[in-house]
């Protein structure tokens, strides 16, 4: 395998990781200096207790409302179940969606087809050019939130975070490999990508309000169920069962999106 198309995929991908790991290490930094002082009042405020007991139980959680008492909680409830989890995750998704699809319709697969390479092959290495953004973004923004913290001197526990951004790994992998299937099974290449972030968007909202009712074994269909940063970064437990779930998931995917095309007509 000479990862050719490895190699320039994840050439192109490069502007866009950076721009994104700037992004969110930006972000995790306003939330790191907005801590002392949205946590002292969350802690003062029996206005804010009052609206949490009143508010549905999976809207509170949905949006982390529970624990925006500590600059850890702050981190976990809001900027990584919803800027890192949720938009990280239909980003990925959105990518994944027109790789493949977008290169049909320009016609752009043809020219890539006639070189001595498979479909398979081409399908595999365009998923795995999503490591670029993932690993790069999972790479500075711990590293920039740590050291803001340190700055801040606002207490983040630093393995926790470590591991959230290890774990968080098969989640995004996950992320992007439904992207890829729609990618593959859609024709249109924005029909897949508009796909994409609505499936994503709709598997978040499933995965937070259905567990109450007496379904709520169907939200482990979605990745989210296997992804908790509350979970990680304030009590400290990981969850490596749903690491490895959500990368075996990913393998499924890859696997039936490969099949896919390489029996699928492009012309």
């Known amino acids: 395998m000479t990862l050719d198309v ?43 207790e009052q609206l949490t007991t009143q508010l549905p139980q999976p809207f509170v959680q949905a949006f982390g409302l529970e624990s925006l008492s500590s600059a850890e909680g702050l981190l976990a409830g809001e900027f990584y179940t ?11 998704a959105y990518t994944a969606a027109g790789s493949i699809a977008d ?16 479909r398979g092959t081409v399908v595999f290495e365009k998923f795995l050019a999503l490591l670029v953004p993932i690993v790069t973004a999972s790479v500075v923004t711990p590293a920039v939130i740590a050291l803001a913290a340190w700055y801040v001197d606002v207490t983040v526990p630093l393995a926790e975070l470590a591991a959230l951004h290890a774990l968080s790994i098969p989640y995004l992998l996950c992320c992007g490999a439904i992207g890829l299937a729609l990618s593959v099974f859609l ?13 994503l968007f709709a598997l978040y909202l499933f995965q937070s309000f259905v567990p109450v009712t007496d379904v709520g074994w169907l939200a482990n269909v979605a990745p989210m169920a296997h992804f908790d940063p509350n979970d990680i970064l304030l009590d400290g ?31």
């Open 187 to 199: 024709d249109d290449a924005d029909t897949a990508r508009n796909a994409a972030i609505g499936l």
């Open 6 to 48: 490895f190699r320039y995929e994840g050439e192109q991908r490069i502007t866009a990781a950076l721009g994104l790991s700037a992004a969110f290490a930006l972000m995790g930094v306003a939330f790191v200096a907005a801590a002392p002082l949205v946590t002292a009042d969350v802690a003062t405020s029996a206005q804010f």
């Open 103 to 118: 290169d049909v319709e320009t016609d752009r697969m043809d020219v890539l087809l006639s070189a001595p390479i498979s």
């Open 237 to 267: 437990v990981y969850d490596v069962a749903g690491a490895a779930l959500l990368l075996a998931a990913t393998v499924v995917l890859v696997g039936v999106s490969r099949h896919r095309f390489i029996r699928m007509d492009i012309q």
């Open 82 to 92: 919803l800027f890192w989890s949720l938009f990280f995750g239909i980003y990925l």
